[in-house]
């Protein structure tokens, strides 16, 4: 299957502090990836929704201004941590989109482990 | 928009066991439907799908059956082994004709030797 690789898999920042997390799709293009959070032993929860070259669509109770999307290329988007608090502490996961003839399918990052001190 | 629910877990076995998890639907249409499994500390991988009524989606001895008339999609495996220990997340697109998947809460199997 296809590969989708999320860039730092675990990472401790301090409070107050900005943090980036990357997700690339290796081996195909993605104009269209996701961004969820993942709280301890529950779901996954959409953030927003990237596309290449336009602006990221939030979900409800996102605040954008804090979690700075930036779709910037076919393959890799980003997603930065403004001013980190420990409640930010949380699993972060994306997933990319492949839009295929036959299909579309989406495949997921190994997550993001973020833990503000 | 659409929505789903599954069994909570824990769900506990023993190596060789029969699993079942249920997850059922609501939805607009007869989207896709999915089920996905975490492994510790990792991400989501595909597990398996059905992309229309009656389909039958099958991988690594895990099967799940897309039946509209109970909008069902349970997840079952008739013999479980210690490396299936994960958590099960059952999902679906949020809209009809929409990518974007929304999850059910999933379900954490534990399974013991």
């Known amino acids: 299957g296809a590969v989708v690789s999320q860039h730092p898999s675990r990472v401790i920042c301090k409070s107050g502090t900005s943090v980036k997390i990357e997700c690339r799709s290796l081996?195909?293009?993605?104009?269209?990836m996701f961004w969820y959070r993942q709280f301890p032993k529950q779901s996954l929860m959409l953030m927003a929704t990237?596309?290449?070259?336009?602006?990221?669509?939030?979900e409800q109770g996102v605040e954008k201004d804090k979690f700075l999307i930036n779709h910037a290329s076919l393959t890799l988007s980003t997603l930065t941590v403004t001013s980190a608090h420990p409640e930010d502490s949380s699993f972060y996961i994306c997933?990319?989109?492949?839009?295929?003839?036959?299909?579309?399918?989406?495949?997921f990052g190994q997550g993001t482990r973020l833990t503000v001190v | 928009g659409n929505s789903v629910t599954q069994m909570e877990g824990p769900v506990t076995l023993s190596e060789e066991a029969f699993l079942t998890i249920n997850c059922t639907y609501t939805?607009?249409?007869?989207?896709?439907l999915f089920w996905y499994v975490q492994y510790p500390g990792e991400g989501l991988q595909l597990l398996l799908k059905?992309?229309?009524?009656?389909d039958k989606g099958s991988n690594k001895g895990f099967e799940a059956t897309y039946r509209k008339e109970t909008t069902s999609f349970h997840l079952e495996k008739g013999s479980v082994q210690v490396s299936d220990s994960a958590v099960y997340f059952c999902?679906?697109?949020?809209?009809?004709?929409?990518?974007?998947?929304?999850f059910g809460k999933g379900t954490m199997l534990l399974v013991s030797p």
């Open positions: 081996d195909f293009q993605a104009t269209t």
């Open positions: 990237s596309n290449e070259g336009s602006k990221a669509t939030y």
């Open positions: 059905a992309t229309k009524a009656d």
């Open positions: 997933s990319a989109l492949r839009q295929g003839e036959a299909n579309t399918e989406a495949f």
């Open positions: 999902a679906l697109p949020m809209y009809s004709g929409y990518s974007t998947l929304t």
């Open positions: 939805a607009t249409g007869y989207p896709s």
